[in-house]
C-alpha cells in the first residue's frame, strides 16, 4: 500500500513556543490530506481536511489561528502548533487519500508533549 | 451527522480462536463507507477492511471479515484464527460518499488482547 511519512515521531517543546508537524506521501500524490488528534485511550477525533492548493477546512471547535494547516504540494502538508501549551499535548496523526479513493493512508503519528 | 458505536472497551480472546468486535453506527446518508483500523502500541493506524453500503456481498481481507447487516446498521469485524501479533486497538470508522471523497469518523474503539 501507499506510505505516509510523518515527521517527528515525538516533540517536547516548551510552553509559548510553536512546533511544525510535517506529513508527506511518499509514493503517490495526495489530492487530501486528514489532521487528526488522539487524546490517550481515546478515539480519532478529525480537525481538519486540507486540499492541496487551497485553505484547510476546520472542524467545529477546532481554533485555526492555533493549529495552521498548510498543504502546499501533492505530497506535503504541515501542522503547526502555534504558542503551544500544555493542553495542546496530545497524539496528532495524519492521513492522505487520492481522489475518489476508499483508503485512507496513515502516518506514524507524532507525540506532542508541551512543558 | 453519523455517529458510530463501539460498546466493547475491551476483548479478550485465546490465540486461534476467532472473535467479533462489534459496531453499529448511524446516518441519513444513502451512500457511505464503512471501515475497520488497527491501532498498534506505536501509534500507527492500520487500513484493516472497507465494505461500501451498496456492495451486496459482505468484505473480507484474509483473516479478516466484515459482518454488514444493513438493515440493522451493523458493521462487525471477524477476525479468525486469531495471533498475538493482533492485540491492538481496533476503531471502526463510517463516511459518507460526499463529493466523491470519504472523510471518516471514528469510534470510540475497542482493546483487544489474545492470549496464548
Not at chain 1, 8 to 13: A, L, Q, Y
Not at chain 1, 17 to 39: G, H, P
Not at chain 1, 94 to 111: D, I, K, L, M, P
Amino acid at each position: 500500500g501507499a506510505v505516509v511519512s510523518q515527521h517527528p515521531s515525538r516533540v517536547i517543546c516548551k510552553s509559548g513556543t510553536s512546533v511544525k508537524i510535517e506529513c508527506r506521501s511518499l509514493d503517490f500524490q495526495a489530492t487530501t490530506m486528514f489532521w487528526y488528534r488522539q487524546f490517550p485511550k481515546q478515539s480519532l477525533m478529525l480537525m481538519a481536511t486540507s486540499n492541496e492548493g487551497s485553505k484547510a477546512t476546520y472542524e467545529q471547535g477546532v481554533e485555526k489561528d492555533k493549529f495552521l494547516i498548510n498543504h502546499a504540494s501533492l505530497t506535503l502538508s504541515t501542522l503547526t502548533v502555534t504558542s503551544a501549551h500544555p493542553e495542546d499535548s496530545s497524539f496528532y496523526i495524519c492521513s492522505a487519500s487520492v481522489g475518489r479513493s476508499t483508503e485512507a493512508f496513515f502516518g506514524q503519528g507524532t507525540r506532542l508533549t508541551v512543558v | 451527522a453519523q455517529k458510530i458505536t463501539q460498546t466493547q472497551p475491551g476483548m479478550f480472546v485465546q490465540e486461534k480462536e476467532a472473535v467479533t468486535l462489534d459496531c453499529t453506527y448511524d446516518t441519513s446518508d444513502p451512500s457511505y463507507g464503512l471501515f475497520w483500523y488497527k491501532q498498534p502500541s506505536s501509534g500507527e493506524m492500520i487500513f484493516l477492511i472497507y465494505q461500501g453500503s451498496y456492495d451486496q456481498q459482505n468484505a473480507t481481507e484474509g483473516r479478516y471479515s466484515l459482518n454488514f447487516q444493513k438493515a440493522r446498521k451493523s458493521a462487525n469485524l471477524v477476525i479468525s484464527a486469531s495471533q498475538l501479533g493482533d492485540s491492538a486497538m481496533y476503531f471502526c470508522a463510517m463516511s459518507p460518499r460526499s463529493g466523491g471523497s470519504y472523510i471518516p469518523t471514528f469510534g470510540r474503539g475497542t482493546s483487544l488482547i489474545v492470549h496464548p
